[in-house]
């Protein structure tokens, strides 16, 4: 069974020499450009009404119409892991991520992941593209993701994240002092030499990341912070950039660094600490049904409470 899916958008005026696929990849970010390429070949992607070539060099300004068949996934199996849903109607889920459970399946986690769970929990979220999750957070972050139940949900959610109208706000856990709230204004893109890793670069994707001050502790600070964009890695590489890296990231933490005079306990709690202290605390964005603002919070999870509690008790 198949869902017919019918989008459109027009080309920016900025994007005038550059090939139809890439830019199709760019306004279209939930398809893969392989899917997208496909489409443009079966005929179900037209420009000002016309049918064109993958490599075609759009003039900007011009309108796109997909209407294409949308097949179920069926590489991905449903799976019976418990989902902490935190709200639910018939266009979209609100979904409590614990830390250690990656969000799709990828290289090396091919099941027992948050997609994975979600057709168990909706067998109808097969017709959605990656069972309706319109973004995503580390396997090791916790905290709210919103799910798409439906096209159109989808569909809103997506252009939401787009227009950068979407308010996540996270925790998080950073080593040293800061000395004020501010942001951070780095583009972010591979790492130029560890692939498994993303940096500040040049040639990066424009990403601004800003962090409130809420609590200072002798040799830590805890921040909320905001993003405008949503780049991977994004709050974990931009912290370590300004020199406050993450407690407990394995990739951009650097080495371990344990406070003066810290109490055993605080010790252990730190040295057991083995994942990025990143929690997404708020979700806020305009029900794609209603018209309407809505917002969650979730709680910290016991083990990042528990952390603050002891360097609470040391300060």
């Known amino acids: ?15 005038a020499g550059r090939r139809f696929d890439q830019v199709l990849a760019e306004l279209f970010s939930d398809y893969s450009r392989s899917r997208l390429q496909q489409w443009v070949r079966d005929g179900a992607v037209l420009l000002d009404a016309r049918r064109v070539e993958a490599k075609y060099r759009v003039s900007g300004g011009e309108w796109v119409e997909i209407v294409a068949k949308l097949p179920e996934d069926s590489e991905v199996l449903p799976q019976a892991i418990p989902l902490d849903v935190r709200y639910e109607d018939k266009h979209l ?22 997609q994975n769970a979600l057709l168990h929990y909706d067998a109808g979220l097969a017709a959605l593209p990656r069972a309706g999750i319109v973004h995503r ?18 569909k809103s959610l997506v252009e939401q994240l787009q227009a950068r109208s979407v308010h ?41 990341t800003h962090y409130r001050v809420l609590e200072r502790f002798p040799a830590h600070t805890l921040v909320e912070a905001r993003l405008e964009t949503g780049r991977t890695h994004q709050i974990r590489v931009h912290m370590a950039y300004i020199h406050h890296p993450l407690v407990g990231d394995p990739l951009y933490g650097g080495r371990f660094r344990l406070p003066a005079g810290a109490s055993e ?15 997404a605390r708020r979700l806020e964005f305009i029900h794609p049904a209603s018209g309407e603002p809505v917002g969650w ?6 083990d990042f409470e528990h952390l603050l509690a002891l360097l609470r008790e040391a300060s």
């Open 93 to 114: 889920l609100v979904i409590n991520k614990p830390a250690g459970l990656v969000v799709h399946p990828a290289a090396g986690n091919r099941d027992g992941t948050l």
């Open 137 to 154: 957070l580390d396997k090791d972050t916790s905290g709210l993701m919103v799910v798409a139940r439906q096209l159109s949900a989808h």
């Open 297 to 302: 919070e979730a709680e910290l999870p016991a």
């Open 265 to 279: 306990a605080l010790a252990e709690a730190l040295r057991k600490f083995r994942r990025q202290a990143l929690h």
């Open 1 to 15: 069974m198949s869902e017919l899916i019918k989008l459109s958008a027009r080309i920016p005026e900025n994007a």
């Open 168 to 208: 996540r706000e996270y925790l998080a856990l950073v080593q040293a002092q800061v000395t004020a709230s501010g942001h951070v204004d780095a583009p972010i893109g591979r790492h130029p030499r560890d692939r498994l890793r993303m940096a500040v670069v040049e040639s990066g994707k424009p990403a601004v």
